[in-house]
């Protein structure tokens, strides 16, 4: 991998044959884990400028117009998060001379209170090539990490590394977006809540038409509108990957985004009751969707023993061949019916953005005996196409090495570009889940790539429930994959097995037997990372957040001694501890398992409010927690760490002064904390430690976070003024 400084520049031809699709890594970390930012490209023409609306690509229109650049979203790293941006290289208009690629910081935060500010580009293999660290980025909030564009019809790549001490704002203006100002965001604001009540009686008729235009860009005097500065993502909405379109005639009824469910700023211009001409309305953010709705329509069944038709249906399924034959077929055919979602599971692996295809069961040679893949995917773009072999696994069975090791040899004498395997475990950095050889002797290269179920059922929650899709039928079609796969007797339901190692190692923390450096604890640690990592991707889905597992390890220490150290932690003090970091939340949402005790603990830290008498700031806090639990722990926490007066919500509810500090010292915050009996057994059964986990996250969510979130210090919404830079 070449490593580059500032201002260089290299052919990427040069590094690579496989470059006419590659993957941009944006990452960085922080001493909290906490720091983050949002990633953007700008596709710019020979003259420096945006061409139009579509050139803007950011996190609230997460693919460009023609589909030649796609944000990924974040993937947990070793220090800390990369975000991921895929370039279809070959599917860029030639009028596009150059990709600027950048992110953004908001709220006043720079990009000097990160560390490890870096850019990393891998070729269509999953290769990495090349790598540049930006030093000392200082009092920025915005900075570009690199550029990709043409010299004689070849694509380079240049380290950038500029800063913009004005932000966003300034880096878009820079390029030629014109970017509304506060007051004219404030104005737009004030006539959408002027026209309230005439809108009122317009969202009790028929569902809107939910397609809407992209409007994040503008290219200046090229005659489009001017757009709208966002500001930084929220909970609330998280725009479609994809334009919208009517629901065609005779499609399945679903819920559709309606007037009366989607707020007033995102209704369709159209929709709106206008009073008079004010003159030309500045394009919005809000991109129209269509999802399904979270509440059901009443059913038309008798009782309760009548079952829906379902798409997929899986009563029927007895054996794991049957399992792994049917949810291969039903996973492929939704990628190829549904372009968003077919999309947005290759895109990652190098795939081009073009026309899919699927097939299950093909049989291709290989010595004496064919071999039968699960299934493969192709994609083609311009007339080239692009291949992978799909390996499926469903329940608890695991892949096989020789199995995917003859995928990847058949790959490379055919010259296909990649193998994937889709199972129920989880792919950790540094833990492969199978051990192929590579042949470095062959010119072609194979990308091995793994996708858990977890992961496949998150991405169409993402999809039907929070960013939407291009029409009505492929909503329901998503819904009826979703219901497919959370169904018990499909066999994709995620991670379910902590090892062989989990009684061993709960015995050895019981007879206090387990010593430090035992190779048994370093295993329970990796399946208690799948497991977390497997609880963000299910809580993530719910809430339409970017949910991450916390990182926090010494600066430049590899997965391999991060695990090291927690083993041994582990065997020291016989707990396991993870951090979630939830989109919108003041502080991490901590998980830590006693194996000593059998109790789950599950809290966030609350920053006191800077205003008001500190018996106030404790009541505010008691209102917030009006539905939680009795048996919530609240803790005092106090400025230099000292312990501070706690209790629970059941005690403290008549008696709040009881959470003052005696000795009058400054309030910093508010723990707040559930314990609960965690199962014994290392599967998902009822009982089971894996079911309990998740269970207790999802609780502690709903009935304590979901209330702070709702009524506490919130990150603005899109299509709100921008935060002064």
């Given at each position: 991998m070449r490593t580059m400084v500032k201002g260089a520049n290299v052919g990427l031809s040069a590094l690579s044959e496989d470059v006419g699709s590659v993957v941009v890594s944006l990452g960085w970390s922080s001493a909290t884990g906490e720091g983050d930012a949002d990633v953007s490209v700008l596709l710019l023409d020979e003259n420096g400028k945006v061409r139009d609306d579509a050139d803007f690509c950011f996190y609230n229109t997460p693919v460009a117009g023609d589909g030649s650049v796609q944000l990924l979203g974040k993937t947990p790293s070793t220090d800390g998060d990369e975000d991921r941006i895929s370039f279809d290289l070959d599917a860029v208009p030639q009028a596009v001379d150059r990709l600027v690629i950048a992110a953004s910081r908001y709220r006043g935060a720079r990009f000097g209170e990160l560390d490890d500010l870096r850019v990393t580009l891998a070729d269509s293999a999953g290769e990495a090539l090349l790598s540049f660290s930006v030093e000392e980025a200082g009092e920025v909030s915005a900075l570009v990490f690199g550029e990709l564009y043409r010299r004689s019809g070849a694509w380079k790549f240049r380290a950038v590394g500029q800063g913009y001490a004005s932000g966003l704002a300034g880096l878009a203006g820079d390029f030629g977006v014109d970017i509304d100002d506060d007051a004219a965001a404030a104005e737009a604001e004030a006539e959408d809540s002027a026209a309230g009540d005439r809108t009122a009686a317009l969202e009790s008729k028929e569902p809107v038409e939910t397609a809407g235009r992209d409007t994040e860009a503008d290219g200046g005097a090229r005659g489009a509108a001017g757009v709208a500065l966002p500001a930084p993502r929220s909970a609330t909405a998280t725009p479609s990957a994809a334009g919208t379109a009517a629901p065609e005639a005779g499609a399945p009824a679903v819920g559709v985004a309606t007037a009366a469910s989607a707020p007033r700023s995102a209704l369709p211009d159209a929709a709106r009751p206008v009073a008079a001409a004010p003159g030309p309305r500045r394009p919005r953010t809000a991109r129209k969707k269509v999802t399904i709705q979270r509440v059901a329509k009443k059913s038309l069944a008798e009782n309760d023993a009548w079952q829906p038709a379902r798409l997929f249906p899986v009563p029927a399924l007895r054996t794991d061949r049957e399992r792994e034959t049917r949810a291969t077929s039903v996973v492929l055919a939704v990628m190829a019916q549904v372009p968003e979602f077919g999309r947005r599971l290759t895109a990652g692996f190098g795939a081009p953005a073009g026309r899919m295809e699927t097939f299950t069961e093909v049989s291709l040679p290989h010595g004496d005996t064919p071999r039968r893949?699960?299934?493969?995917?192709?994609?083609?773009?311009?007339?080239?196409?692009?291949?992978?072999?799909?390996?499926?696994?469903?329940?608890?069975?695991?892949?096989?090495?020789?199995?995917?090791?003859?995928?990847?040899?058949?790959?490379?004498?055919?010259?296909?570009?990649?193998?994937?395997?889709?199972?129920?475990?989880?792919?950790?950095?540094?833990?492969?889940?199978?051990?192929?050889?590579?042949?470095?002797?062959?010119?072609?290269?194979?990308?091995?790539?793994?996708?858990?179920?977890?992961?496949?059922?998150?991405?169409?929650q993402m999809l039907i429930r929070h960013e939407g899709v291009g029409n009505a039928a492929h909503a329901w079609i998503l819904a009826e994959l979703l219901q497919y796969l959370q169904h018990e007797n499909s066999g994709c339901h995620g991670f379910q097995n902590m090892g062989a190692s989990w009684v061993p190692v709960r015995k050895g923390i019981d007879d206090e037997t387990l010593c430090v450096g035992d190779p048994r604890a370093v295993q329970v640690i990796e399946s208690w990372e799948r497991l977390v990592r497997q609880v963000c991707l299910g809580l993530g889905g719910e809430l339409g957040q970017k949910v991450l597992p916390l990182q926090r390890s010494r600066r430049g220490a590899g997965p391999t001694v991060r695990r090291t150290e927690q083993a041994d932690q582990l065997c020291a003090q016989g707990r396991l501890e993870a951090g979630l970091r939830i989109e919108g939340m003041p502080g991490a949402l901590t998980l830590s398992a006693d194996l000593r005790t059998g109790k789950l603990r599950t809290s966030v830290d609350v920053p006191s409010a800077e205003q008001g008498y500190p018996l106030s700031r404790i009541k505010r806090l008691l209102r917030q927690l009006e539905a939680a639990p009795a048996d919530l722990h609240i803790e005092t926490l106090l400025e230099g760490d000292a312990p501070g007066p706690r209790g629970t919500l059941e005690r403290l509810r008549p008696e709040p002064a009881d959470l003052l500090p005696r000795d009058g010292a400054q309030i910093a915050g508010f723990r707040l904390s559930l314990l609960k009996g965690m199962g014994s057994g290392r599967g998902s059964a009822e009982t089971g430690f894996i079911r309990s986990v998740d269970g207790a996250v999802h609780r502690f969510h709903t009935t304590v976070v979901a209330h702070l979130d709702a009524k506490g210090p919130r990150r603005g919404r899109t299509g709100d003024a921008p935060p002064a830079e």
């Open positions: 893949p699960d299934g493969v995917i192709r994609v083609e773009r311009a007339g080239k196409l692009w291949t992978a072999l799909v390996e499926t696994k469903t329940n608890g069975n695991p892949l096989k090495d020789d199995q995917v090791q003859a995928y990847m040899d058949i790959a490379a004498r055919r010259g296909y570009e990649a193998v994937i395997t889709l199972s129920n475990d989880v792919a950790l950095e540094g833990s492969p889940l199978v051990a192929v050889r590579v042949d470095g002797r062959r010119k072609h290269k194979v990308a091995l790539w793994h996708l858990s179920w977890a992961d496949v059922a998150h991405q169409a």
